[in-house]
């Protein structure tokens, strides 16, 4: 926040009364204002819930820009734009990782309670209440208030660690639900749990992980059985602090600003709805996971971090957009990246060097069925920015033939809060290759060339001198559209 503080990147909100659903009105408008790539991270310093005002401060939109991947992984952000402190974010995490796939990892270091931030405050007994801290109902459609972006930690003899982000409603003082999706790690984890017979799972919700932390734990760039922990230090560069929790042996990150332990049990209650990532209402879930609270540490003055699910861009897509291009380079050494456009949920950008027949439909459809979250996986040649929604949809628009250059799974699984399909979890998918077809592929005898190349093969030098010629023109309309 303070790397974000001294870009000028933040607003304060003096308070803001979340009763009246002021805060997810006033993000929404930032967001219609400047987009998902251009608003504010939002500080929120009173706000009113359920009737009372709390004087905790919530943040909101902290990852909403790319700008924010870079500051959080290190990245020098002087003289870069959004796009190319992006790429310096994606350059730098494929350096740390190594010929097998395998990101360098750094075991977490253990430090004592009273090194601890995370442990100021302790609260145990008939002294824990979830209720009094400012967890907020996003939406009036919402089943109730949400801590929305926690770190839930488990621990596991033959699997070791797990951390995931995962949404837990909050049911009461001592009581919240635990959101695993249906084979999530996590939710492997505690089914494991139940068929040995244990009478519950002992666990640990992390509030407020540093981004690396938060990062890797909201995404699958660390496989099954990988500790995320470990991960995020070798990113970092650094080992993250743990330390043991107060009523189980789980270690969470120390560095934190709250974290709730509690006893998860097998028998299950509904949970939801949730205003999801897709911007729709889910559905309500007759049976999920809860937690019953066993304590709760938390900083002399903990921050809060709210999502506002499906209005703003919700986590650091460079770690997993890395793990997956490094699998995809490894079966096709034409290709050259991909981008999830967490904005247009259900999209994946993908370019290719494009040299034979069928190459587009061949990574789409290995990229299909590598990323879940790609219900609509569109190819494109390298000449085109995966990063620019616009240039992408224009080509699609210009360079694709809906037959031949499509390919469709009927069924697979898909994104448990997508609201267009009959059956939560499952999906079809569409891969669209937008690269230029040739003639073998169904494609025309010549593709015509674009305008604009042929302005730079006529002008090579066109850009930079209209660039040094007009820029105060150019500046001058970007700030006063
Ligand atoms: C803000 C946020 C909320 C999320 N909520 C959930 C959730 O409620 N349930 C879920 O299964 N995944 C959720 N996810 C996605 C998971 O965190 C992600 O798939 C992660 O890889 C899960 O960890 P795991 O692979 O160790 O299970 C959320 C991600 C973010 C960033």
Redesign the pocket.
């Known amino acids: 926040m303070a790397a974000l503080e001294a870009r000028g990147a933040v607003r304060h909100v003096e308070e803001i009364d979340q009763d009246a659903y002021e805060a997810t009105g006033l993000m929404y408008r930032f967001i219609d204002e400047f987009g998902w790539l251009g608003g504010p991270a939002v500080v929120f310093d009173r706000v009113k819930v359920d009737g009372q005002w709390m004087e905790s401060p919530v943040i909101a939109n902290q990852f909403g820009r790319w700008e924010f991947d870079a500051l959080a992984f290190g990245i020098d952000p002087d003289g870069l734009d959004q796009r190319q402190m992006y790429r310096a974010t994606l350059a730098k995490l494929t350096e740390l990782m190594d010929e097998n796939g395998e990101w360098t990892t750094l075991q977490p270091a253990e430090v004592s309670t009273d090194q601890a931030p995370c442990k100021e405050v302790k609260v145990t007994g008939d002294d824990i209440d979830v209720t009094a801290f400012p967890f907020l109902q996003t939406n009036p459609a919402d089943g109730g208030r949400y801590i929305?972006?926690g770190n839930v930690v488990l621990e596991d003899p033959t699997h070791g660690r797990?951390?995931?982000?995962?949404?837990c409603q909050v049911k009461g003082p001592k009581k919240i639900a635990i959101?695993?999706?249906p084979n999530?790690?996590?939710w492997k984890f505690l089914m494991g749990m139940k068929e040995r017979g244990e009478p519950f799972a002992k666990a640990a919700v992390v509030l407020g992980a540093e981004p690396v932390v938060y990062a890797i734990?909201?995404?699958?760039a660390a496989g099954y059985g990988q500790d995320e922990l470990a991960i995020a230090g070798g990113l970092k560069g650094k080992p993250i602090n743990i330390v043991k929790c107060e009523t189980s042996d789980i270690m969470v990150p120390a560095d934190v600003e709250m974290v709730i332990e509690g006893e998860i049990p097998f028998d299950m209650e509904p949970e939801g709805p949730f205003g999801e990532m897709y911007g729709y209402i889910g559905r309500h879930k007759p049976e999920n996971f809860y937690m019953n609270v066993t304590a709760i540490t938390h900083r002399r003055n903990p921050i809060f971090i709210n999502?506002f699910?499906g209005v703003t861009r919700?986590?650091m897509t460079a770690p997993l957009e890395v793990t997956a291009s490094f699998k995809l380079r490894k079966i096709f050494p034409n290709f050259v990246g991909l981008h999830i456009a967490l904005h247009i949920p259900g999209f994946c950008f993908v370019s290719i060097d494009k040299q034979g027949a069928g190459e587009g439909l061949a990574v789409g459809r290995e990229v299909s069925k590598l990323l879940k979250i790609s219900k609509i996986t569109i190819v494109v040649d390298k000449d085109v920015d995966i990063h620019n929604q616009t240039e992408v949809l224009h080509t699609v628009g210009a360079r694709w033939q809906p037959a031949p250059a499509t390919h469709i799974v009927d069924e697979a699984p898909g994104m448990s809060g997508d609201p267009s399909t009959p059956k939560r979890g499952i999906t079809s998918r569409v891969v669209i290759d937008a690269t230029r077809q040739l003639p073998e592929e169904g494609g025309p005898q010549e593709f015509g060339k674009m305008n604009r190349e042929c302005l730079v093969e006529g002008q090579p030098d066109i850009f930079e001198r209209i660039d040094k010629k007009w820029s105060g023109l150019l500046q001058e309309w970007k700030q006063d559209p």
């Open positions: 929305n972006t797990n951390v995931g982000t995962y949404r959101n695993p999706e999530q790690d996590g734990g909201s995404s699958k999502q699910t919700h986590f």
